[in-house]
């Protein structure tokens, strides 16, 4: 057999040719003349394999990353070693230079190639709708027949705010667009629903109350066909606070604590804790504000009873010893309030 390029007729041949000639025309890897990216100017996310990724890159980098992408090494080539070079930049264009080192049939080449890769520039969907102010959930923080508490809203911006900063790192559209105070209580508009279910839940931990979820259709998806809802979220907050007291079935007691599944209360009577599900709230009645505990004096002390006066009329009331009473000392100062003519100690 002999090459039918250079007649050689003492060498194997490697593709119909000998190795010279194989050598000659043989290339150590792949590389197209132009690669495009396509980069969102706002965030630098770039189109992966048909999807927007975040990668956090400057442009350098990406140019970088493209031809290290776009570099096809031939099987046949051990030992390989390549360097990148930018040449140039000229506006959205970047001239680059690849070098090549590899050993092919125990002979070592070097190759250089020269590439452009032109950054597309344009603006991604995520930042598109971030530009334009685009939510799809509102969380309406509000309370059950009264007014929201400056103390609730500033603690509701807190964790708002907070948590946001943790969601945005995996989420790029948990971010709120606008917060609008309201006769009825604070909207806040968030870019992400699942970003505006995590901030509920995080907001029930601490400020308790009933969740509503009420979608709306606004329109439809044009890719999809299917329907492109927004959802509003009502957590209703409820008409008492901490250290409030109320009337649960024929129990009174005080609120000593809520989360997102129960309210902690103490009862007046025997100063046991219990709880009170979520689910029962409208057998709650509240009674009497922490504003109406009073203050009055221990004037006598037996191992059966107590003697205290009344706060506004200063008359001497005798009440059943308890043992969380233990503790009290003639002519100490205790709180104590009164519902519908009868007087509590408030411990």
């Known amino acids: 057999m002999f090459c039918p390029q250079c007649g050689s007729s003492d060498t194997k041949l490697v593709e119909g040719?000998?190795?010279?000639?194989?050598l000659k025309e043989f290339y150590l890897l792949k590389l197209e003349s132009e690669i495009v990216v396509t980069l969102c100017t706002s965030c630098h996310s770039q189109i992966q394999e048909g999807k927007?990724?975040?990668?956090?890159?400057?442009?350098?980098?990406i140019i970088y990353q493209a031809l290290e992408e776009n570099i096809h090494v031939s099987p046949m080539v051990e030992n390989v070693e390549i360097e990148l070079e930018i040449i140039h930049r000229r506006g959205s264009l970047a001239d680059c230079r690849v070098i090549a080192k590899g050993v092919v049939f125990g002979e070592e080449?070097?190759?250089?190639?020269?590439?452009?890769?032109?950054?597309?520039k344009t603006v991604c969907p995520d930042c598109s709708k971030i530009a334009s102010g685009y939510y799809e959930s509102v969380i309406q923080l509000r309370a059950d027949n009264r007014p929201l508490y400056q103390e609730e809203i500033a603690l509701a911006d807190?964790?708002?705010a907070l948590n946001l900063n943790k969601l945005e790192k995996k989420n790029r559209m948990a971010y709120i667009t606008q917060r609008t105070p309201m006769k009825e209580g604070m909207d806040y508009y968030i870019g992400s629903q699942k970003a505006a279910k995590k901030l509920i839940n995080k907001l029930r931990e601490?400020?308790?109350?009933?969740?509503?979820?009420?979608?709306?259709?606004m329109g439809q998806d044009k890719s999809t066909g299917k329907g492109l809802y927004r959802t509003w979220i009502s957590l209703r907050l409820p008409q008492f606070s901490i250290d409030d007291f109320i009337q649960y079935n024929d129990r009174l007691a005080q609120v000593k604590s809520l989360d997102s599944r129960k309210?902690?209360?103490?009862?007046?009577?025997?100063?046991?804790?219990?709880?009170?599900?979520?689910?029962?709230?409208?057998?709650?009645?509240?009674?009497?504000?922490?504003?109406?505990?009073?203050?009055?004096?221990?004037?006598?002390k037996t191992p059966h009873s107590i003697q205290i006066l009344h706060?506004?009329?200063?008359?001497?009331?005798?009440?059943?010893?308890?043992?969380?009473?233990?503790?009290?000392?003639?002519?100490?100062?205790?709180?104590?309030?009164?519902?519908?003519?009868?007087?509590?100690?408030?411990?």
Do not use: M
């Open 158 to 160: 807190e964790i708002i």
């Open 109 to 120: 080449i070097t190759q250089e190639y020269k590439t452009t890769v032109r950054l597309n």
């Open 311 to 347: 706060p506004t009329t200063f008359e001497p009331i005798d009440l059943e010893i308890n043992p969380d009473y233990d503790k009290l000392s003639i002519g100490d100062e205790v709180d104590v309030l009164e519902i519908e003519g009868k007087i509590y100690i408030i411990l």
């Open 263 to 300: 309210i902690i209360v103490r009862d007046l009577i025997n100063q046991e804790k219990f709880s009170i599900l979520w689910k029962d709230y409208a057998n709650i009645k509240l009674i009497g504000h922490r504003e109406d505990i009073q203050k009055t004096t221990l004037t006598s």
């Open 17 to 22: 040719l000998c190795k010279t000639c194989f």
């Open 52 to 61: 927007w990724k975040e990668l956090g890159l400057p442009e350098e980098e």
């Open 206 to 217: 601490q400020l308790g109350g009933l969740v509503k979820e009420s979608p709306r259709l």
